[in-house]
């Protein structure tokens, strides 16, 4: 196929033609087949066991290697293997640093939280708010904000890859999200958490090698990997030590460094989706070497898609498709490359794009997987009419929720296409939402003498100010993200502009792909207006984006602290056994020694009812 037969009108700028081919389709269905063959084996080979733990935890005895592959299809979406490579092509190689924050974010998981949750036998992660804070109105209040944000991720998950890959399929965005959610409800319904977990084997083993082979087809043709940096260098896509301490500036070595972290700490600390596959496994050794594979492993996806950026401007570095009009968003670049450059090896559009419905499927699942325990956990499995069921009664119940899950989140994903510009601010508000949670969470296992007040005041705080600034930042900044230079020179098929270097603004890109629970510029109009030179005049709402977390888990760390100080701190007595980092649990009790001296039974009393009491909003909530 040629490059004129791939330019469609300018009205809409997308690509049209046979781009998929009988072979492609037959790939991409096997794999489709495979993923429900592979939920119906695993609902068969379950039928002795009908407990609620087993259909969730897999028993707690699950074998570590597929459950290693899951956790990295849990937390990769098709958002990150379209976005990631879009980012490095439009704005340059600073985002890969982020791998650093990852690499911090699963240190802390590992030496932190995991040896806590663990030890607790917890199905839901929030119950540990209940058992931490004393407060069940607090866990439900962060459960609501998990659940939240959950049925909106796998409806942006579903949606919008879809609209980039009509690029290639020529489905419309409306059966591929329909398509995709039946088959996610269907196999998460009949085998639950192991029908996700050796499903995400799969889908994750193709998400890595579709990739990798489109990447090294590409790079050999180019001449190898040099001429790949090289084109980079010269495009100056290269950056990795911008050290500028601004926090207005969208992506530099901090910024990018607090965006991994977050996104770790959020996706695999506190995440019901990763916690129930942490939890699954024999012992808490096993856990944590988990850790270390997921730290290694998602790294290594990263840098791949990051790689994958590099050779897109290689490729297209004299003829920029989305300056010529043959593509009308970024996200399309890999989607386009595939067609444009590899469509005489027949099958490999089939190929890439099982990859990335690998990645669809493998976070849809997981994230119905996670709403659905959520919802039995902290809603409904204490309610009367559910306390008395068998295990087996049990079971119905939560398959029958989580084929709810799935209907709603497919539901979702045709809502998300009608949003619009609303769009940008409900997935802004859906990241500012993790940030105090994850506050109140380290608050719990790090700072041992935090109450519930304390706890509750930190997040709210922490939510507001977040929250303005991100809906601030959508309706009043004036900051822009200026994407680099772009050519079309070497585009055969029409003149040479009068200037050989296309510069554009991103107004409306104002987010990476990385971290999903942002801006998604899969669903942003770009804008081809020329950037405003000289000095630009920033305010608090142009801040980056990607300080919003760990400003977010500031916040609610110090408010917290402070209020707790204020309204009487926890004694070392008056916690559970269990809910706090050893290590500070120590420090706890030395501290307490030295300014409160021993405890008595009174005073141990009195801040153990003072946890339960002390906050009327949680008794209103419930």
């Not at 301490?245 to 989706?273: D, E, K, N, V």
């Given at each position: 196929?040629?490059?004129?037969?791939?330019?469609t009108?300018?009205?809409?700028?997308?690509?049209?033609?046979?781009?998929?081919?009988?072979?492609?389709?037959?790939v991409?269905?096997?794999?489709?087949?495979?993923s429900?063959g592979?939920?119906v084996?695993?609902?068969?080979?379950?039928?002795?066991n009908?407990?609620?733990?087993?259909?969730?935890?897999?028993g707690?005895?699950?074998?570590?290697?597929p459950v290693?592959?899951?956790?990295?299809?849990g937390v990769?979406?098709?958002?990150s293997?379209?976005?990631?490579?879009?980012?490095?092509?439009?704005?340059?190689?600073?985002?890969c640093?982020?791998?650093?924050?990852i690499?911090?974010?699963c240190l802390?998981?590992h030496q932190?939280?995991?040896?806590?949750?663990?030890?607790?036998?917890?199905?839901?992660i929030?119950k540990?708010?209940?058992?931490?804070?004393k407060?069940?109105?607090?866990?439900?209040?962060?459960?609501?904000?998990?659940?939240?944000y959950?049925l909106?991720?796998?409806?942006?998950v579903?949606?919008a890859?879809?609209?980039a890959?009509?690029?290639?399929t020529?489905l419309s965005?409306?059966?591929?999200?329909?398509?995709m959610?039946?088959?996610?409800?269907f196999?998460?319904?009949?085998?639950g958490?192991?029908?996700v977990?050796?499903?995400d084997?799969l889908?994750?083993?193709l998400?890595?090698?579709?990739?990798?082979?489109?990447?090294?087809?590409?790079?050999?043709?180019?001449g190898?990997?040099?001429?790949?940096?090289?084109s980079?260098?010269?495009?100056?896509?290269?950056?990795?030590?911008?050290l500028?301490?601004?926090?207005?500036i969208?992506?530099t070595?901090?910024?990018?460094i607090?965006m991994?972290?977050?996104?770790?700490i959020?996706?695999f600390?506190f995440s019901?989706?990763?916690?129930?596959?942490?939890?699954?496994?024999s012992?808490?050794?096993?856990?944590?070497?988990l850790?270390?594979?997921?730290?290694?492993?998602?790294s290594l996806?990263?840098?791949?898609y990051?790689?994958?950026?590099m050779?897109?401007?290689?490729?297209?570095?004299?003829?920029?498709?989305?300056?010529?009009?043959?593509?009308?968003?970024f996200?399309?670049?890999?989607?386009?490359?595939?067609?444009?450059?590899?469509?005489?090896l027949?099958?490999?559009?089939?190929?890439?794009v099982v990859?990335?419905?690998g990645?669809?499927?493998?976070?849809?699942?997981?994230?119905?997987?996670?709403?659905?325990c959520?919802?039995w956990?902290d809603?409904?499995?204490e309610?009367?009419?559910?306390?008395?069921?068998?295990?087996?009664?049990?079971?119905?119940?939560?398959k029958?929720?989580?084929?709810?899950a799935?209907?709603?989140?497919?539901?979702?994903?045709?809502?998300?296409?009608?949003?619009?510009?609303?769009?940008?601010?409900?997935t802004?508000?859906?990241g500012v939402?993790?940030?105090p949670?994850?506050?109140?969470?380290?608050?719990?296992m790090c700072?041992?003498w935090?109450?519930?007040?304390?706890?509750v005041?930190?997040?709210?705080t922490?939510?507001?100010?977040s929250?303005?600034?991100?809906?601030?930042?959508?309706?009043?900044?004036?900051?822009?993200?200026?994407?680099?230079?772009?050519?079309?020179?070497?585009?055969?098929?029409?003149p040479?502009?009068?200037?050989?270097?296309?510069?554009?603004?991103?107004?409306s890109?104002?987010?990476?792909?990385?971290?999903?629970?942002?801006?998604?510029?899969?669903?942003a109009?770009?804008?081809?207006?020329?950037?405003?030179?000289?000095?630009?005049?920033?305010?608090l709402y142009?801040?980056?984006?990607s300080?919003?977390?760990?400003?977010?888990i500031f916040i609610?760390?110090?408010?917290?602290?402070?209020v707790s100080?204020?309204?009487?701190?926890l004694?070392?007595s008056?916690?559970?056994?269990?809910?706090?980092?050893?290590?500070?649990?120590?420090?706890?009790?030395?501290?307490?020694?030295?300014?409160?001296?021993?405890?008595?039974?009174?005073?141990?009393?009195?801040?153990?009812k003072?946890?339960n009491?002390k906050?009327?909003?949680?008794?209103l909530?419930?």
């Amino acid at each position: 196929m040629s490059s004129e037969e791939l330019v469609t009108t300018a009205e809409d700028g997308n690509l049209s033609g046979p781009t998929f081919t009988t072979v492609d389709y037959t790939v991409f269905s096997l794999m489709l087949a495979a993923s429900v063959g592979i939920g119906v084996y695993s609902a068969l080979k379950g039928r002795g066991n009908t407990s609620s733990e087993d259909y969730l935890l897999g028993g707690r005895t699950m074998s570590p290697v597929p459950v290693a592959f899951s956790l990295l299809g849990g937390v990769i979406s098709a958002i990150s293997i379209l976005g990631n490579p879009s980012e490095v092509y439009a704005f340059g190689t600073q985002i890969c640093t982020s791998v650093l924050g990852i690499i911090l974010g699963c240190l802390f998981v590992h030496q932190v939280s995991l040896p806590v949750l663990f030890n607790l036998k917890l199905v839901s992660i929030n119950k540990y708010l209940e058992l931490r804070y004393k407060s069940r109105p607090l866990r439900q209040m962060a459960s609501g904000a998990h659940l939240l944000y959950g049925l909106f991720l796998m409806g942006l998950v579903l949606y919008a890859p879809s609209l980039a890959l009509t690029t290639v399929t020529g489905l419309s965005t409306t059966v591929s999200v329909v398509a995709m959610g039946i088959i996610c409800t269907f196999y998460i319904t009949i085998g639950g958490v192991k029908a996700v977990v050796y499903t995400d084997v799969l889908q994750t083993s193709l998400m890595f090698l579709g990739v990798l082979v489109v990447v090294v087809i590409c790079t050999l043709d180019l001449g190898g990997v040099g001429v790949v940096w090289d084109s980079a260098l010269q495009g100056s896509r290269v950056e990795f030590l911008n050290l500028d301490p601004s926090p207005f500036i969208r992506h530099t070595f901090w910024t990018t460094i607090a965006m991994g972290l977050h996104y770790t700490i959020y996706l695999f600390a506190f995440s019901q989706i990763s916690f129930q596959r942490l939890v699954s496994v024999s012992n808490v050794q096993t856990s944590k070497r988990l850790c270390l594979v997921f730290a290694v492993g998602l790294s290594l996806l990263y840098l791949l898609y990051f790689f994958s950026g590099m050779v897109a401007y290689a490729v297209y570095r004299d003829c920029d498709p989305f300056s010529s009009g043959k593509i009308n968003k970024f996200d399309q670049i890999l989607p386009f490359m595939v067609i444009d450059k590899l469509n005489h090896l027949t099958g490999l559009s089939g190929i890439f794009v099982v990859a990335v419905y690998g990645g669809v499927l493998s976070s849809v699942s997981s994230a119905a997987n996670s709403v659905a325990c959520l919802l039995w956990e902290d809603f409904l499995k204490e309610r009367s009419c559910f306390r008395d069921l068998s295990n087996e009664g049990a079971t119905k119940a939560l398959k029958i929720i989580s084929l709810g899950a799935g209907v709603i989140g497919t539901c979702m994903g045709l809502l998300v296409g009608q949003l619009g510009g609303v769009l940008k601010v409900v997935t802004n508000i859906s990241g500012v939402i993790t940030g105090p949670i994850n506050g109140i969470y380290i608050a719990g296992m790090c700072t041992p003498w935090v109450n519930t007040k304390g706890a509750v005041v930190g997040s709210l705080t922490a939510f507001i100010f977040s929250a303005w600034i991100s809906v601030g930042n959508y309706l009043y900044s004036e900051g822009e993200a200026g994407v680099l230079p772009l050519s079309t020179a070497g585009c055969p098929e029409s003149p040479a502009p009068p200037y050989d270097t296309v510069y554009l603004s991103n107004t409306s890109e104002t987010g990476t792909l990385l971290y999903d629970t942002l801006v998604i510029s899969t669903l942003a109009e770009p804008s081809p207006t020329a950037s405003v030179h000289g000095s630009p005049k920033y305010s608090l709402y142009d801040i980056s984006y990607s300080y919003t977390g760990v400003m977010a888990i500031f916040i609610t760390l110090v408010i917290s602290n402070v209020v707790s100080f204020c309204t009487g701190p926890l004694s070392p007595s008056s916690l559970a056994a269990g809910v706090v980092n050893p290590t500070c649990g120590r420090l706890h009790k030395w501290l307490w020694k030295i300014f409160r001296g021993p405890e008595t039974a009174a005073s141990d009393s009195h801040e153990s009812k003072g946890g339960n009491d002390k906050l009327e909003i949680l008794t209103l909530v419930e």
